[in-house]
């Protein structure tokens, strides 16, 4: 059973347009929730992450909204560009020892 | 900024040979490093995580005897694959972090088996 699901596998928006990835979660302890960035044949980047206890998290154009009590959040990307062509895994943790459980990833397209 | 290198970024082996790879943390200490293996359909698999003064936890599936860790200070850490065969193909990540839940990665070692 994947615990942390995202609900699109790709996602394509024009440039300019604001992207909405959308991710939920099956463990009521995850308490902290980052959101990686990843370009072919690189690594995952840590993009914006957000604890439980808010709602919200907004850095420049990447806002995360969180619904604690539907077990639910979301990356926005405001104004899209190419360069955000990527794909985009929501990731969560409760207790470090256990390490980040990941979802599959929603591949973003950006086009002109 | 924290930085995390690895390498080799990609290597080629044939099949039931062995390969190591390492990970490096710059500008932070890494009380904790964990590994990962992206399969070619992008999935993540936690392989161990390493955390200092403690044992290296294994995930199911993964075992110290296949897939054996040295952390021997805060900067480095190297894991082997040994007896490598085709399913152990993939992006072996390395994601280290200094004491919060945040996972710094590096840019992985893509292995290859022949």
């Known amino acids: 059973q994947q615990q942390v699901r995202q609900s699109s596998q790709s996602l394509t928006v024009w440039e300019g347009e604001t992207a909405i990835l959308n991710c939920s979660y099956e463990n009521s302890a995850f308490d902290y929730f980052p959101w990686y960035q990843q370009f072919p044949g690189e690594g995952p980047a840590l993009l914006i992450a957000?604890?439980?206890?808010?709602d919200k998290k907004e850095d420049g154009r990447f806002t995360i909204f969180f619904n604690k009590r539907e077990k639910n959040l979301s990356l926005h990307i405001k104004d899209s560009q190419p360069g955000d062509s990527a794909t985009y895994f929501c990731?969560?943790?409760?207790?470090?020892?256990?390490?980040?459980?990941f979802g599959l990833g929603t591949r973003v397209s950006v086009f002109p | 900024g924290a930085l995390v290198y690895q390498y080799p970024r990609r290597t080629i082996c044939k099949s039931g040979t062995s390969m190591r790879m390492e990970c490096q943390a710059v500008?932070?200490?890494?009380?904790?490093v964990a590994w990962y293996r992206q399969s070619p359909q992008k999935t993540f698999e936690l392989i161990a995580l390493?955390?200092?003064?403690?044992?290296?936890?294994?995930e199911q599936n993964f075992t110290q005897e296949k897939f054996p860790i040295s952390h021997p200070n805060l900067s480095f850490s190297s894991m082997t694959v040994l007896n490598a065969y085709l399913e152990d193909r993939g992006l072996y990540l390395c994601g280290a972090d200094w004491g919060g839940e945040t996972l710094y990665f590096g840019s992985g070692t893509r292995l290859t088996v022949l």
């Open positions: 390493s955390t200092v003064n403690s044992a290296i936890k294994y």
């Open positions: 990731a969560a943790i409760n207790n470090y020892a256990q390490g980040l459980t």
């Open positions: 500008g932070f200490q890494a009380t904790s």
């Open positions: 957000i604890r439980s206890v808010s």
